[in-house]
């Protein structure tokens, strides 16, 4: 099927010669709607018409219309056929449809209607930049609200509605936006757009820019922006003077307080806090890019080819039915993209700086992958006791080397054994560390004095005092909930 395109326009005159040509010489011409200012005109240019109104009133819903259209259209097609859309042809459903099946489209006349209503739009605000939607699509799209937008196949209250709730994130409910439909233009508030407006075939809304400081919904290109201005010559004196170095402690305090807000199940706090990881990443990759070293689409390019590559079960030929298979499979890719051709070399990937009970962890996780482990914790545990022994011969006899060691090593056993019990080991010293506040807070409430001032006895009293009451306390909600 060979289709010549012409997008309409208000009136017939404004059609560029080349399109009322293609109109007058057609054998067919498929007119997308009657009710089109200039469809008067066309008739008279070329007696042989095809229109889809009717379809707009049975079909069952947009894939159902533009199906149908797309057939009638096919149906016409004998010999040369003119197809005149109403809207932007770029975002036009029928058209889609129409190359989906393989049809071969030439575009003789297009972008006369969004120019249109830009052009109106243009008269009340200003209009630079602008991205193109069709309201058929504009659920899932992502907008950036620093530019204009212009929305496509604004035809009645129900496309009006969806077009009306996926911006209502992003705009205020009061932002005026300029309706074109049948050549008449008028200033639409957004909350009313669906509301008793007069709607045509074709209809256009355009929106005006928002600037990035009185947005009502940001993303991640927004926060890269304003760490450009931040950095920037006129930006904020501390970021400016930022580096890797000296940004690297922060990256640790906010992931920490990720972990705080997830434990403690706030999940307010939690979008929070990731945020403020987010804001270390696109911060990073500023000071990256004004080095000339990366940006933030490189670093989201690795971070998408790393998953898209270890996913084979996904994104290629590799099969994986479960999870134990995903992390064997994961960890066999990773092995190969970092060239650990011994085992000893993927055991020195683990980093330094994650801390050495979790760095413990990840070790013994990894000998265990390749069988050197404890059947159970049961088996783990006498190696807890062997090392015990060993720290106290080295506490009362040994060099202070020695003891460090040995306590090393009991600490690892025991991290063992927690291992093997799935549990984690910075979870449970940290249930400790909340304990002993907790038990400090009851002790000074007890005491009828500063606690710097107190005997060892006298504190002790107090820690016994406490440890009571906070049993008591458990034993108390335990018969509540029994």
Same mark, same amino acid.
């Given at each position: 099927?060979?289709? /010549? ?23 067919? %011409?498929?007119? /997308? ?7 008067? =005109? +066309? ?37 040369? +056929? ?18 989906? =099946? ?15 209503? %830009? ?44 077009? $009306? ?13 300029? !309706? ?25 809304? +355009? ?18 922006? +304003? ?14 003077? =930022? ?36 804001? /270390? ?8 890019? =004004? ?32 999870? $134990? &298979?995903? %992390? ?17 070399? %993927? ?16 070790? /013994?996780? $990894? ?26 011969? &080295? ?30 080991? &910075? ?12 038990? !400090?807070? !009851? ?12 005997? !060892? ?26």
């Amino acid at each position: 099927m060979e289709l /010549q395109i012409v997008e309409l326009v208000p009136e017939a005159d404004m059609l560029p010669l080349r399109a009322a040509r293609a109109i007058r010489e057609a054998d067919a %011409v498929v007119l /997308q709607s009657e009710r089109a200012e200039c469809a008067k =005109q +066309v008739r008279e240019w070329n007696r042989n018409i095809v229109t889809l109104d009717d379809l707009f009133e049975t079909a069952e819903d947009f894939d159902a219309l533009y199906a149908a259209g797309a057939g009638r259209i096919g149906q016409a097609a004998r010999g040369s +056929v003119v197809f005149c859309v109403l809207g932007d042809a770029g975002t036009n459903g029928f058209i889609r449809e129409l190359l989906r =099946q393989g049809a071969s489209l030439t575009y003789i006349s297009c972008g006369s209607a969004v120019a249109a209503a %830009v052009t109106a739009a243009r008269s009340e605000f200003p209009v630079g930049e602008y991205g193109v939607f069709s309201a058929r699509d504009i659920g899932g799209a992502v907008f950036d609200t620093t530019g204009a937008l212009v929305i496509t196949g604004v035809d009645n209250a129900y496309s009006a509605e969806g077009v $009306k709730c996926a911006l209502s994130e992003y705009y205020a409910e009061d932002t005026r936006g300029m !309706l074109y439909a049948g050549g008449k233009s008028a200033l639409v508030k957004l909350y009313d757009l669906d509301r008793n407006i007069e709607l045509g075939t074709g209809g256009i809304f +355009v929106l005006p820019a928002v600037p990035l400081y009185e947005k009502e919904r940001y993303g991640l290109y927004d926060l890269v922006r +304003v760490m450009k201005v931040l950095r920037g010559e006129n930006g904020c004196p501390w970021d400016r003077e =930022q580096t890797h170095e000296s940004l690297r402690q922060y990256i640790l305090e906010e992931a920490y307080e990720v972990v705080d807000a997830i434990d403690a199940d706030d999940i307010c706090a939690l979008y929070d806090e990731l945020g403020d990881v987010f804001l /270390q990443v696109v911060f990073h990759a500023e000071v990256a890019r =004004q080095c000339g070293e990366f940006d933030i689409d490189d670093v989201a390019t690795a971070v998408c080819k790393k998953m898209i590559r270890r996913h084979p079960h996904i994104f290629g030929d590799g099969r994986a039915d479960t999870a $134990k &298979e995903v %992390v064997t499979n994961w960890e066999a890719i990773k092995r190969e993209e970092k060239n650990n051709e011994t085992f000893v070399s %993927v055991l020195r990937d683990v980093p330094r700086s994650m801390g050495a009970m979790m760095r413990a962890y990840k070790l /013994q996780k $990894k000998a265990a992958a390749v069988g050197f482990d404890w059947n159970d914790a049961n088996a783990a545990f006498p190696k807890v006791e062997e090392e015990l022994a060993e720290w106290k011969e &080295e506490l009362e006899n040994g060099t202070k080397d020695a003891m460090e060691g040995e306590a090393g090593d009991l600490l690892f056993a025991v991290i063992n054994v927690l291992r093997l019990k799935k549990t984690n080991p &910075e979870l449970c010293l940290n249930k400790t560390c909340e304990k002993f506040i907790e038990r !400090l807070a !009851l002790m000074e409430k007890y005491a009828e004095n500063e606690l710097a001032g107190l005997t !060892l006895s006298e504190l002790n009293g107090l820690w016994e005092r406490a440890k009571r009451e906070k049993a008591d306390e458990i034993g108390k909600n335990a018969e509540k909930i029994g």
